[in-house]
């Protein structure tokens, strides 16, 4: 009766030859006889045996896979725009990363600061289960990523910036500091100077870039800051409609002309609020957005955004981390990405003559409201 389970050295007596022998007909090695192949396969065959993938890994042996670890602030189960850009991520990494003959393991993080998923990441890369890891979404500063760089893995990250952090095995690549920016001067185009913000999280590098961009806009076009017009929703389409939710509530002051959001999953929740409160969008207020997600274009109206080529970023950040895989580079690795406007239906020009502006009483700078909190 056959054992359920039989390892190598049981296929070496079967066959009649040494455990290195079966090794090289695993790996497919040219030095050896075709008969003797032709047997140990056909022991392999008849035994269903499959190689011990945990002892290819011990022996140094590359596992032909990447690590792909996503942060998500998804909180409910309801369907957003993350989730449509977070399946496109997914799907375009596993495609580049095959036609290069590479598996992609995914690892879904809902709590950054859990220990616990701290461990699971540092497993994977300690077991060698992968050859190295590719980060999207997490905060500037994570403790698992410079831990597996120090360790000399070879890791790949979407949207960091630490100074002085420029080794050869941390392939970064980074949306440009001046997308907010451009969206200021959009509306400050179309007459609006009334603009209220929907700023991302800043404990991750691109929600500090955006806020410090939007200030230094404001600043340069002589618009002042209301205080209750700077709203925080994280990323996260549902903080965002709580946050405008909240601003409706302890409302005390007149109607912002336009609403500039730092993605357009915010700016949909920030819709989602004006539509319940009774204004129409662009008629009574503008909104505009960044990234131009799937979504945007069916919205009603249609959003404005500035379109981020995500499958840019996605396609030089994976060849690179396998890239570095294969040969370690002897200079980092760092780029960056712009962004395009794309012009719909969700803002409107108004007579700038019109356009109220913020009381001193009311203002507030740069220096006092950005928090910079990105170590």
């Keep these: 009766m056959r054992e359920k389970r039989i390892n190598s050295e049981e296929i070496a007596r079967l066959a009649g030859v040494s455990r290195s022998t079966v090794s090289r007909v695993i790996n497919n090695c040219k030095n050896v006889h075709p008969k ?81 998923n701290h461990m699971k990441i540092r497993e994977m890369f300690v077991q060698r289960r992968i050859d190295g890891g590719i980060f999207v979404g997490f905060p500037n500063y994570y403790a698992p990523i410079e831990e597996m760089v120090a360790s000399n893995y070879v890791v790949g990250i979407m949207d960091q910036n630490i100074p002085g952090r420029n080794e050869t095995n941390r392939i970064i690549v980074n949306f440009d500091d001046d997308t907010m920016e451009r969206a200021v001067e959009y509306l400050y185009q179309l007459g609006h100077r009334d603009i209220m913000v929907v700023l991302g999280d800043h404990r991750r590098f691109n929600g500090v870039q955006k806020e410090q961009a939007f200030y230094r806009a404001m600043d340069r076009l002589g618009l002042k800051v209301r205080k209750d017009w700077v709203l925080r929703g994280y990323f996260n389409r549902n903080i965002a409609y709580s946050e405008m939710e909240g601003f409706f509530r302890y409302r005390h002051s007149r109607m912002p002309t336009a609403v500039v ?85 969700s803002c409107r020009a108004i007579n700038a003559g019109t356009a109220g502006i913020a009381g001193e009483e009311d203002s507030v700078t740069a220096e006092e409201n950005i928090e910079v909190n990105i170590m």
Excluded: W
């Design 261 to 345: 959001c730092a993605c357009d999953d915010m700016a949909y929740g920030v819709m989602d609020s004006l539509y319940e409160h009774g204004f129409r969008i662009p008629d009574d207020i503008s909104v505009l957005g960044v990234d131009d997600s799937f979504m945007s274009r069916y919205t009603k109206p249609p959003l404005t955004t500035f379109r981020v080529d995500f499958e840019a970023m996605l396609k030089n950040l994976t060849e690179n981390v396998i890239a570095c895989i294969q040969k370690p580079f002897e200079t980092p690795c760092r780029m960056t990405f712009g962004s395009t406007l794309v012009v719909r239906g």
């Design 36 to 116: 003797t192949r032709e047997r140990v396969l056909k022991i392999i065959g008849e035994y269903s045996y499959a190689p011990d993938f945990s002892a290819q890994m011990l022996a140094g042996k590359p596992s032909n896979t990447i690590g792909l670890f996503f942060a998500s602030n998804r909180s409910s189960n309801q369907i957003s725009a993350e989730d449509l850009l977070v399946n496109f991520m997914i799907e375009r990494i596993i495609e580049i990363a095959s036609d290069y003959d590479y598996f992609v393991l995914t690892k879904m993080i809902h709590d950054v600061h859990s220990e616990q």
